[in-house]
Nanobody
Framework: VQLQASGGGLVQAGESLRLSCTVS????????MRWYRQAPGNARDWVAV???????NIRDAVQGRFTISRDNAGNTVYLQMNNLKPEDTAVYYC????????????WGPGTLVTVSS
């Protein structure tokens, strides 16, 4: 199972970005799909999660600005980020639970989001 993330970049405060993460490889199904982020010098923090059934949870710090969704095929997860702030600057990672012989968690390589003030 491989994950490929895209959509990061340099934007100004108040602008928007949409991150995508596509899962490829051999698996039975993808259940939870998540986004994390890691700012310089900080630990990696959970940002948003969408379950296989579509239940969504968003971190309080980005509630109302970020949304998470997944495509109908269930192998691509999106993070729509609006009204970006400098404190959103981080490397963003996608993370999925994939059922193969058992449920396993896989990480993508990360995509850098930089928000200038």
């Amino acid at each position: 199972v491989q994950l490929q993330a895209s959509g990061g970049g340099l934007v100004q405060a108040g602008e928007s970005l949409r991150l995508s993460c596509t899962v490829s490889g051999t698996y039975d199904t993808i259940t939870a799909m998540r986004w994390y982020r890691q700012a310089p010098g900080n630990a990696r923090d959970w940002v948003a999660v969408i379950s296989g059934g579509g239940t969504i949870n968003i971190r309080d710090a980005v509630q109302g600005r970020f949304t998470i969704s997944r495509d109908n095929a269930g192998n691509t997860v999106y993070l729509q980020m609006n009204n970006l702030k400098p404190e959103d600057t981080a490397v963003y990672y996608c993370n999925v639970d994939a059922l193969i012989a058992r449920l396993e968690t896989f990480w993508g390589p990360g995509t850098l989001v930089t928000v200038s003030s």
